[in-house]
Structure formats: structure tokens, C-alpha cells
């Protein structure tokens, strides 16, 4: 599944420190704007302690975590959707996005230049709606003029496009990005079609100091106030922590100093699973004496769709599924004790794959 998350957010607020985090790669990080020219693209594993259990159970040759990507997009500055600060080139790659984690910056620090002078991710955040809710409008108006003489026919569908066009736009004339339009189901095709930066999934992210990496502080709480009607998931992390986290060397090294700080794990745990569940993504298993592996589908996907993740051969030749939950497996302890307690499924066509399902594919090509 190749989709893809954006990090975005104005210059210096720590977005490719966390993208080197995230990835392992070293993009450069620098006390100055436009540092990040070309996106920065990262595959990173999703952590899953079902593995972990599972490689305890089945004891195979290997384990292969389920992936996404992450692109580190260039900062955005006020202007960007007239060009300014190489604006199009940067709302292009957003464009390309699936989901879009925005990074916010809630910490002082007198060495790390701030853009605008003075920190308010308040008034950061708004800088970055703005200008994508203007690219949105530009494109949303041309939509418009296009769909305008269609209608003229006497195109239904055509006609449904443009009512719904017209309230998008009426949505971003008065400050609202294209996600907080309500629409019914049969229009999201439509929406989609639109292909508006402000109608992905976002995400905002509140970049902090180590002091308030466990509860937050005032600018975190700001954030939270102004994005309390937009459905969207606040996380908190230390960047800079982050990286001191990685460059420690052993597993017990970072364990004693996310205990010194009061976490249970790395933040950027917490964000993969997070920027995962934003893409409307999940996983299911496949577990043999080979290999245990996590499989990335997208939420509601059917077993034949599933199967097709792994070979499209699989999905062509689709005869059936066997289907085993994770929690069944893990409390009896094996196949044949899930088999023996007639827990084991065999499933069609129509099967909507579940998170966690552990599963077996028969085809014939």
C-alpha cells in the first residue's frame, strides 16, 4: 500500500529532526528556513507488539513488520500559495500526500530562529490553513467555471458535482478547509476527484521542550482549543528528545531514559500508529514456520482485496480465506488448539477483513 503522510508546518519548527526519527534518514536539519528544498521521502515500520507475541508463539525464521511512508515537505511560509518561498513546488508535494501530520512549534528556545519572530502555534497554524485553503479556492474555482457549461446540459451528476463544489468553496471563502464540509456518501467520489489539500486527514503535532513532554504546556493547550471543532488527533512530542533517544545506542539506554522522563515509550511510537490510523489504514497477519508478517490494508477491505496485497494473483484466484483472530490464537496457543476449540473460520468472498486477523489464502491461477 503505498500511501504516503506529509510532515508540514512553517520553517524551524523541528520537522525533519522528527523526520530523521521517524526514518533513520539524515536529512538535513538547520537553523534557517528552507533548509528542506526536495521532500525527504522515509519508510518506517509500524510498531506492533502483536509481533512480538506471535514471533514468541510461532517461532519463525523471520519477522517482517508492516510499512508506510513519510515525506518531510519543504517549510511553508505566508504567500506560499502565490509562490512565495517556492510555495508551488511545496504545495505540489502536499498535494501528493495521503494524510498530513502538521507539525506546530510549542517551545522557547532563544537559539532556534522563529519565522515570524515570536512563537504562537496558534497563529502558525493558521498561516499554514490559509494558504492552503487559497491554493484549495483557486482550484475549486476553476472546477466551478468547467463544471458551469456541463450543467448547462442537463447532467445530473454534473449538477451534484457543482452543488457541491459551490459549497466547498463557500467553505473556504469563510476560512473552513474542504474536511469540515458535511456531504452525503454518494458525493465523496466527487470530493475526491477535487483533489483539495484541505480535504486530507490532518493531524496536528505539538512539538515541545523536555519539561512538558509528559503533560503538555500552554501552547499545547492553545492548540487544542483551536482545533477542538475539527475532529482531529493532538499529539504531543519532544523532536530534540527524540533525537537524543536515537542516538542512544542500546535498547536498555532507552529504556532508563524514557523512565527518567515518565514515558512508557518513544514518541514517535505513538506517532506512527497514530499517522497509520489517519491513512484509514490497518493490519492483518500471515504466520508460518517462514516468516510471522503484518500486511497493511485499508480499513474495510475484503478478503479477496486483502489477499491481493500480498500477490494479484491471489486475488484473481481467490477460492477462500482461513481465518484465525489474534486474541483466539494468542489465548490457546497455536493453530491446531484454535482448530480443536472451533474457533478456526473459513470465510468467502464477501469477508470483511477485521484488524488483527491472522490469515491463510487458498487460490487457484
Known sequence: MALK??????????????FNCLSNAKAQSANYPFCTIEPN???ISVPDTRLEKLDELVNPQKVIPTTMEIVDIAGLVKGASKGEGLGNQFLANIRETDAIIH?????????????????????????????????????????????SRIIKSGDKDALREHNLAVKIKEALENGQSARTVSMEEVD???????????????MYLCNVDEASVKNGNQYVDAVKNAVADEN????????????????????????????????EEPGVNRLIRSAYALLDLQTYFTAGEKEVRAW?????????QAAGVIHTDFEKGFIRAEVMKYKEFVDLGSESAVKEAGKFRVEGKEYVVEDGDIMHFRFNV
Open 296 to 304: 497493511t490494508i485499508r480499513r474495510g477491505m475484503t478478503a479477496p
Open 103 to 147: 507539525v506546530l512549534r510549542c517551545f522557547d528556545d532563544g537559539n532556534v530562529v522563529h519565522v515570524d519572530g515570536s512563537v504562537d502555534p496558534v497563529r502558525d497554524k493558521e498561516i499554514i490553513d490559509i494558504e492552503l485553503q487559497l491554493k484549495d479556492l483557486e482550484t475549486i474555482e476553476k472546477k466551478i467555471q468547467s463544471l
Open 188 to 202: 465523496e467520489p466527487f470530493m475526491n476527484g477535487f483533489q483539495l489539500i484541505t480535504s486530507k486527514p490532518v
Open 41 to 43: 521521502i522515509g519508510t
Open 5 to 18: 503522510c506529509g510532515i508540514v508546518g512553517l520553517p524551524n519548527v523541528g520537522k525533519s529532526t522528527l
Open 232 to 263: 482531529a488527533e493532538v499529539l504531543v512530542i519532544g523532536a530534540k528528545i527524540e533525537a537524543d533517544i536515537m542516538d542512544l545506542e542500546t535498547y536498555d539506554e532507552r529504556q532508563m531514559f524514557l523512565d527518567e522522563l515518565g514515558l
